[in-house]
């Protein structure tokens, strides 16, 4: 395994902005993947920003790392979650 799939992974699973629900990333719905995100950023005692900024930070990371290997179904779940993310904080998209 390469180093920088090896570095993504760490981060995700023992990063110091938030404490993460198992599978939380691959979870079947958009709502469910943000209800879990804004669970995990207001429960943490680890995390450096607000606890929105927190869940979003990391869904967007994830995405990222996780690049063209992300099935488009999947993609778009996540793409989905911040938009329910969003709502659940009543943020407006920018």
């Known amino acids: 395994m390469s180093k920088s799939k090896r570095w ?17 990333f ?6 469910g ?3 879990s995100l804004k669970r995990s950023a207001e429960h943490s005692k ?3 920003s607000d606890p929105y900024r927190s869940a979003m ?3 967007t990371f994830y995405i990222n790392r996780a ?10 779940r996540l793409e ?5 993310l ?3 904080y009543g943020k407006k998209r920018t």
């Open 67 to 76: 690049g063209k290997n992300l099935p488009k179904s999947r993609r778009e």
């Open 57 to 59: 930070s990391m869904l």
């Open 26 to 31: 691959t979870k079947d719905s958009a709502r």
């Open 8 to 24: 993504s992974s760490e981060v995700t699973e023992h990063s110091n902005a938030l404490d993460l629900e198992s599978s939380v």
């Open 33 to 35: 993947i943000a209800e």
């Open 46 to 48: 680890r995390r450096k």
């Open 80 to 84: 989905a979650a911040k938009d329910e």
């Open 86 to 88: 969003r709502s659940l």
